[in-house]
């Protein structure tokens, strides 16, 4: 049996059918309805946030989010407005930011939890810069305390892409609180997932109303329309779906946790392999095992052990590589340097983690990691 690096945690099929029995009676399947805002306002329990609005991906969530901000506006009135942000994400942050006309300035990360680099966030600050869109990679959480000052400083957004960091805490305080917003996704490779969906959370009130509308076409009423928006509703069976897999968190996070002690102790004793400590003041969903592989120690290359992986078809994935700024399609952005998310992204290797993964399927992979 193929192992890939993520499966989805579902309930058991009787559960979701209870779920969905109601919706099949209303015939109301979509556009905001009452399964929509059963799970909402779970959601909003669950991640301690005093607001959040649901979208059918974190992608949209996070793209319409922008432009919900007045960043386009305020972009467009500076003569294309910049955003600094990482290149070492899923292309998905980039793709949001490039859509609204702004342009992503690429701010190295640091290599202790492949983060943004607060410190190098600065030097990057011009007239144009609208906001700050940094990325909680792997459920890394970032430096929230000094990004927020440097935007307090300079008058700047933050809206935070927490797409592997749901649920998590930070110092004891749900992710969702830092910065202006935050996005989260609940694709089915997620630590959480309501088949696709995402969502984005805030604080200031004012940012519902267009937020709730863009993803909705604009619509503000029947025959007005407030902004030029698209379609993102999250719909009733999607919603169902997220209200079983939340009843289930704790359980997932519990089987997460014990795959990842597992690697922690077959990977101890492996010299030029790391595996990304979890961070002190943090509570980890335990959604990704990125390992760094040092070949000069090691003797072998993240390349090498992502092939040996593949011949006994497991499916060890290579997150994030290349890194966005080398990207074709972001060529002309490629203005400063990033070495350090270039080396993130040549050595390191996402190995599979997921409830269900048993002792012996992890013991096959770090047998076939460990091999000399
Ligand atoms: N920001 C960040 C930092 C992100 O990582 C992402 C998404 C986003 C924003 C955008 O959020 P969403 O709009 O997606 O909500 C996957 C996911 O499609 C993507 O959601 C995710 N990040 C990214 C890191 O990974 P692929 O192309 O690697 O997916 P795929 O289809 O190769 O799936 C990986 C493995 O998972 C498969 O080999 C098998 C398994 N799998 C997958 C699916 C879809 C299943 O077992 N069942 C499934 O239903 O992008």
Same mark, same amino acid.
């Given at each position: 049996m193929p192992i890939y690096v993520t499966r989805p945690s579902m309930p058991e099929l009787e559960e979701y059918m209870e779920e969905i029995r109601p919706i099949f009676e209303r015939r109301l399947l979509t556009n905001m309805g009452p399964v929509y805002k059963k799970f909402q306002r779970m959601l909003i329990e669950y991640l301690e946030v005093p607001e959040l609005s649901l979208f059918v991906n974190g992608h949209l969530a996070l793209e319409l989010g922008i432009q919900a901000m007045g960043l386009k506006k305020l972009g467009m009135a500076v003569g294309g407005g910049e955003v600094i942000t990482t290149?070492?994400?899923?292309v998905s942050t980039t793709h949001a930011i490039s859509r609204n006309n702004l342009k992503p300035v690429f701010c190295d990360i640091r290599?202790?939890?492949?983060?943004?680099d607060p410190d190098r966030i600065e030097e990057l600050v011009t007239d144009k810069t609208v906001a700050i869109i940094p990325v909680h990679v792997y459920g890394n959480i970032c430096d929230v305390d000094k990004i927020q000052k440097i935007a307090d400083k300079h008058g700047l957004k933050v809206i935070y892409d927490a797409a592997h960091a749901f649920g998590e805490k930070y110092d004891g305080k749900g992710i969702g609180n830092f910065g202006d917003a935050t996005m989260f996704s609940f694709h089915a490779t997620k630590a959480f997932n309501s088949i696709e969906g995402g969502a984005m959370a805030f604080h200031? %009130?004012?940012?519902g109303i267009p937020l709730h509308e863009l993803k909705n076409?604009?619509?503000?009423g029947e025959v007005e329309i407030s902004a030029i928006g698209g379609n993102a509703k999250l719909d009733e069976f999607r919603a169902a779906m997220g209200i079983c897999n939340l009843r289930r968190m704790e359980e997932c996070i519990r089987a997460r946790k014990a795959v990842r002690k597992q690697y922690e102790e077959r990977l101890a004793g492996a010299e030029g392999i790391t595996l990304c400590p979890v961070q002190d003041r943090v509570e980890s969903n335990y959604a990704y095992i990125p390992i760094y592989v040092d070949r000069e120690v090691f003797g072998k290359s993240r390349d090498d052990l992502y092939a040996a992986l593949r011949e006994h078809e497991i499916y060890a994935r %290579?997150?994030?590589?290349?890194?966005?700024?080398?990207?074709e399609c972001y060529a002309e952005c490629r203005?400063?340097?990033?070495p350090v998310a270039h080396d993130a992204s040549i050595h390191i290797l996402t190995l599979p983690i997921y409830e269900g993964l048993t002792t012996e399927e992890v013991d096959r992979i770090c047998d076939i990691i460990l091999q000399k």
């Open positions: 290149p070492y994400t899923f290599l202790e939890d492949y983060c943004m200031d %009130k004012r940012y076409f604009g619509i503000h %290579k997150y994030f590589y290349p890194a966005v700024n080398e990207l203005e400063q340097e990033t």
